[in-house]
């Protein structure tokens, strides 16, 4: 395709918006208690504690996988603006989402 290969350096907006886009039906909000809610499913989850963005607490992330033991956490996660899930899907998710920029 000859599209030059190159990185994205320190501006990775691009990149999670992209990733919101084609990950949208693995989205989860921060709730006020500081819990997760898995926005398809209304599944309680968790970020995992290795995760870089354990401590970080963001409102809006997709994730790639739940791994499931005493809870069930979101692993290989990504830090996505709520309002690029909107624009990814807006009948999916009309109005779940509080719109609250991370």
């Known amino acids: 395709m000859n599209l030059k290969m190159e990185s994205c350096g320190a501006d990775t907006e691009n990149?999670?918006?992209c990733l919101a886009h084609g990950m949208f039906v693995n989205a989860a909000e921060l709730q006020p208690d500081g819990s997760y809610?898995?926005?398809?499913t209304h599944q309680p989850v968790?970020?995992?504690p290795s995760s870089v963005l354990f401590q970080a607490k963001p409102a809006y992330v997709v994730f790639n996988e739940l791994l499931h033991t005493s809870r069930c956490y979101m692993r290989d996660l990504c830090l996505v603006d709520a309002d690029w899930l909107l624009d990814a899907a807006p009948e999916y998710f009309g109005r779940k989402l509080h719109l609250t920029r991370s």
Not at 37 to 40: F, G, K
């Open 37 to 40: 809610l898995a926005l398809d």
């Open 15 to 17: 990149v999670r918006r």
């Open 46 to 48: 968790a970020i995992h």
